[in-house]
């Protein structure tokens, strides 16, 4: 198995990045969030997970730690595989994902790219007790997790139906006066994303 790789990032495209280490250039998908923090010639150490398929040896590389061990988690559920691990990756950062999974927020989940209803359901049923395995403070998470405020709600849903995700949704809404009525909320939000 392969733990990690020290490199210079030779370059970048949509999903993946170049990695050319000791004079072999890697191949390795990443998810767009940490994907867009490198840039060329930056020399890096990422934190490798090697899927192994009959027709190829894929690696999945990760700038934090704890988006592998969440990577390693979200593998270990029944249907779900890298590919859309790394989907789910994208859609929000770990944190929040970890707080979704503990507080039973099947809603929240149902938002991140190719989650349903019963894969959310399973993700919280399979992982729920597994989840002090991220190397992340949970312990300002309970059960009594903080719900967001109906008007933030309905603001992202409307940003994810014009096709941004729960992530980039949530941290632009954020920046924008609360006091606002939901749809200059959205505007600025809009104005923010570009």
Same mark, same amino acid.
């Given at each position: ?8 990032? %030779?370059?970048? !495209? ?21 994907? %867009? ?7 890096? *150490? ?7 398929? /009959?027709?190829? &040896? ?5 700038? %934090?730690?704890?988006?592998?061990? &969440? *990577? $390693? ?18 859609? !929000?950062?770990? *944190? ?15 938002? =991140? ?6 894969? &959310? ?12 395995? =991220?190397?992340?403070? =949970? ?12 008007? $933030? ?20 809404? /954020? ?12 505007? /600025? &939000?809009?104005? =923010?994303?570009?």
């Amino acid at each position: 198995m392969i733990e990690f790789l020290r490199g210079r990032v %030779h370059s970048t !495209d949509r999903g993946y990045l170049v990695l050319e280490s000791n004079g072999i250039g890697y191949i390795v998908n990443m998810v767009e969030r940490e994907l %867009h923090t490198f840039y060329e010639n930056e020399e890096v *150490f990422i934190n490798i997970r090697l899927v192994l398929r /009959e027709d190829a &040896a894929i690696l999945y590389g990760f700038r %934090h730690i704890e988006t592998r061990d &969440a *990577f $390693d988690l979200l593998t270990s559920v029944t249907g779900i595989g890298p590919k859309l691990a790394m989907g789910i990756l994208d859609g !929000d950062d770990v *944190f929040n994902i970890a707080k979704y999974i503990i507080s039973k927020d099947e809603k929240s989940l149902t938002k =991140l790219p190719g989650i349903g209803k019963k894969t &959310a359901q399973r993700i919280i049923l399979e992982l729920k007790d597994k989840v002090e395995k =991220l190397a992340l403070d =949970l312990t300002s998470m309970t059960d009594d997790v903080e719900i967001i405020e109906e008007k $933030d709600d309905s603001a992202v849903e409307a940003l994810i139906s014009l096709g941004y995700n729960v992530y980039d949704a949530k941290k632009a809404l /954020e920046k924008v006066d609360p006091s606002l009525d939901i749809s200059e909320r959205i505007r /600025e &939000a809009l104005k =923010l994303m570009g």
